[in-house]
């Protein structure tokens, strides 16, 4: 993976940014939000922010990762 770039593909499920020492994604639900958070977690990438959008139907869940100092990003 490139540093800046997105990574989307109309049948992919879930939307990966990366940004610097940052990495968002967008999730479907909940139960996907936290399978994505154990798979960062364990590879060193903490959590710095979670934000609901939309309701119902359409409602998503942004997640944001920071990579720890000195480390490279690990996307899984």
Do not use: A
């Not at 960062?40 to 409602?59: A, C, I």
Request: neutral net charge; proline residues 1%; contains cysteine.
């Amino acid at each position: 993976m490139k540093k800046e770039r997105i990574y989307n593909e109309s049948d992919n499920l879930i939307y990966v940014k990366s940004e610097n020492d940052k990495i968002f994604i967008i999730c479907k639900d909940m139960e996907q939000v936290d399978s994505i958070q154990k798979k960062m977690h364990k590879h060193g990438n903490l959590m710095v922010d979670f934000e609901k959008w939309d309701e119902d139907e359409d409602k998503k869940y942004i997640v944001t990762f920071k990579v720890r100092d000195g480390r490279k990003p690990v996307y899984n």
